[in-house]
């Protein structure tokens, strides 16, 4: 079984600079979560989607980040314009569903805002 | 205060040892999860439990609902289980889905 696949790996980028990330959950993984992890601390939950609709968005910092989930399937996070603190590995995870199950997590993308 | 705490932050110990992390979280929770995260970034779940104990080879993981409290244990501990260990409670919302508030994790180091 394929596990979650995130691009890029790597991304180094100047600030007020936009990027984008990709994710590519295991099918048939309903669930998709994006998070933030910075250096030193647990991951922080910025969206979770149900097939296309989101179902918590309440820590994304919606002015700057946004994020799409079209078919449900494949789902893009963006960034725009980036900030210093914004540099951290953003970490893709999905799931079978809603609740109590098994997150299965990429191996994130890390980013450096310069 | 964070709704969860893990200790020690850090953790050296050398080949051979019995390994315990602990977590203590201040909620009311639908499951809690350890996962292991080795340097690179990739995370992998090892347990979700709601009551009780789970063990997986040398991986053993409890937990006490009345006192908020869960321990990982690593027995026969070896230099390939040095990695970050994460505690992460599942806090169901009102529309049913479960939100994972994760702890700032454990950093084992196991020495040859």
């Known amino acids: 079984e394929a596990g979650v696949a995130q691009s890029p790996r790597y991304k180094i980028i100047e600030k007020r600079q936009s990027v984008a990330f990709w994710c590519n959950p295991i099918?048939?993984?309903?669930?998709l979560y994006w998070y933030q992890q910075i250096l030193g601390q647990g991951p922080k939950l910025l969206i979770q989607?149900?097939?296309?609709?989101?179902?918590?968005d309440s820590q994304l910092p919606k002015d700057r980040f946004s994020a799409e989930r079209l078919k449900g399937v494949d789902s893009t996070l963006k960034i725009q314009p980036a900030k210093l603190e914004d540099s951290a590995v953003y970490l893709c995870?999905?799931?079978?569903?809603?609740?109590?199950?098994?997150?299965?997590f990429g191996a994130g993308t890390r980013l450096s805002v310069l | 205060k964070n709704e969860v705490e893990q200790s020690p932050q850090n953790l050296t110990a050398q080949e051979g040892e019995f390994i315990t992390i602990n977590c203590s979280y201040s909620?009311?929770?639908?499951?809690l999860h350890w996962l292991q995260q080795h340097p690179g970034g990739g995370i992998v779940s090892l347990f979700m439990?709601?009551?009780g104990k789970k063990k997986h080879g040398r991986l053993i993981a409890t937990i006490n609902i009345q006192e908020k409290h869960s321990s990982l244990h690593i027995t026969a501990s070896h230099p390939r289980d040095s990695a970050v260990y994460i505690c992460?409670?599942?806090?169901?919302?009102?529309?049913?889905?479960?939100?994972?508030?994760f702890g700032k994790g454990t950093k084992l180091t196991v020495n040859p």
């Open positions: 995870a999905s799931s079978v569903a809603l609740a109590k199950n098994i997150q299965y």
């Open positions: 099918s048939g993984h309903a669930t």
């Open positions: 439990l709601s009551s």
């Open positions: 989607f149900q097939n296309n609709g989101v179902v918590d």
């Open positions: 992460a409670v599942g806090l169901l919302t009102q529309g049913g889905s479960e939100k994972l508030v």
């Open positions: 909620v009311g929770i639908s499951a």
